[in-house]
Structures are given as C-alpha cells and as structure tokens.
C-alpha cells in the first residue's frame, strides 16, 4: 500500500486553466504539506496542514489554495494556470508539525 | 545568499569510498532534514536531526547546533547511492532547502 499517494502522476494543459491536484496518505498523520521544485530542482515548501491549521508560504500565489477535507487528504487547486507554474509538485505528511516526512511520487505539471 | 548552503554541488566518486556532504544553515531550527531524491524523482527522508548524530546502516548524519552545521556521510559508497541529496532546515511550519548535491558513484 502507497503510504502517500498523488494523482494524477502527469498533468498538461493550457494557460489560463484551472486544475486540481489530489493527495491522499494511509499514515494517519496529523500534518500535511505541498511542495514545488521548479526547473533547476530547486525545491519551495507552499503550505503546510496540521489539525486545521493552514500555514501559508507567502510567496505562494493566491490562485493556488489547499483544500483538506480530511485528515488523510490535502488537495491542491490552482486558478488561472500560468506557464510558471510548470513544476513537479510534491505532497508529503509527518506525524506532527516537526517529524520526519514521508513524500508522494509527485505531480509533474506542464502548463503550454 | 540562500539561508541553506550545500557542498560540493556535485560529487563522483568510486565504489567503496567514503563521502561526506556538508550543510549550513543561517536560520534557527527545530529539526534538520536530509532527504534523497532518487534519478526518477522520488524523494525519501533519510534523516531528522534536532542534535548530535543518527545512524541507518551506511548513512550516518552530524549536527553540530552551535556552528549551525550538518554533514551526512556514506560509507562504503555504491552505485545505487547515486542520487541528489538535500538538506533542509524546518523551523515551525517553515522549511527552507539547500539547492542539493548530485552524487554520482562509479563502479
């Protein structure tokens, strides 16, 4: 069993779009959290979720919001897609707010 | 500057030898991580630091708080360690990550 799984796996689709980005993980974690690297592999965390709690990276854009509707699940939307937003997003959980994390397979968006 | 520096940015190495990773960090922490990131993208943790040194098989990670210093090593290295590893320093809900070490081991 995946411990924390995304999907889709791949994602391409035009500017302008919006597209949503699932995550799921079977730990019973109480945190969860999403990340970006970009181009050079450079990697940025975008929010992290701890019992309800939403903690935002304020660099991040507001047309990307997280959405949890339960403790195992924390989805990522993103409004009027731009070609920046091309990466490889990564969705992980910990025990905790600090603990070792365990991280999805990734999210690799192209936005044409 | 970035707030988390890694060196060397790039490594090769022979089979068998010793490797060590360095990481500095200028920002307070509550937790070191250091992750690895295997050619096909995924990434797994391998350690969390707060003080002192863990070890998991060949892998063992320092941290030295007052010199705000991490360094990971590997011990009889093999091809199958190649990969980028990257430290991170997690302070509350902030992590800030080094820009990684590519690390390539020749047989």
């Known amino acids: 069993d995946t411990a924390v799984s995304q999907t889709p796996k791949y994602l391409v689709t035009q500017m302008g779009n919006d597209k949503s980005i699932k995550c799921e993980q079977n730990l019973g974690h109480d945190t969860m959290y999403w990340y970006k690297q970009d181009s050079k592999k450079f990697l940025k965390i975008m929010f992290s979720y701890n019992n309800k709690e939403l903690i935002i990276n304020e660099t991040v854009p507001n047309r990307f919001s997280p959405k949890s509707p339960d403790k195992a699940h924390l989805n990522l939307h993103i409004n009027s897609l731009e070609l920046g937003d091309s990466a490889v997003y990564f969705c992980?959980?910990?025990?905790?707010?600090?603990?070792?994390?365990?991280f999805g397979p990734g999210t690799r968006l192209l936005v044409l | 500057k970035n707030e988390v520096e890694q060196s060397p940015q790039n490594l090769t190495a022979q089979e068998g030898e010793f490797i060590t990773i360095n990481c500095s960090y200028s920002?307070?922490?509550?937790?070191l991580h250091w992750l690895q990131q295997h050619p096909g993208g995924g990434i797994v943790s391998l350690f969390m630091?707060?003080?002192g040194k863990k070890k998991h098989g060949r892998l063992i990670a320092t941290i030295n708080i007052q010199e705000k210093h991490s360094s990971l090593h590997i011990t009889a290295s093999h091809p199958r360690d190649s990969a980028v590893y990257i430290c991170a320093a997690h302070n509350n809900n902030d992590m800030r990550f080094g820009a990684g070490t590519r690390l390539t081991v020749k047989p």
């Open positions: 920002v307070g922490i509550s937790a």
């Open positions: 630091l707060s003080s």
């Open positions: 992980a959980s910990s025990p905790g707010p600090v603990g070792t994390q365990y």
